[in-house]
């Protein structure tokens, strides 16, 4: 069977349950291993700004 004949021999109920789960996925926030993400991820995610105060680290080379 070819993903055609696959289509043509889906029921109502079927099409139905099918396109649910579609919409439940599409509306979840990706998950993303910690080793497999991007900084380009990331930036799509989260509206990132580098913030760096270097008073702490002032001790470490007083």
């Known amino acids: 069977m070819n993903f055609q004949d696959f289509i043509d021999n889906l029921t109502e109920d079927e099409l139905r349950r099918i396109h649910e789960a579609f919409e439940q996925q599409k509306n979840k926030l990706p998950v993303?291993?910690?080793?497999?993400?991007r900084d380009k991820d990331l930036r799509h995610l989260f509206n990132l700004e580098r913030r760096l105060e270097s008073d702490i680290f002032k001790p470490w080379f007083i």
Do not use: E
């Open 32 to 37: 993303y291993t910690y080793s497999k993400i």
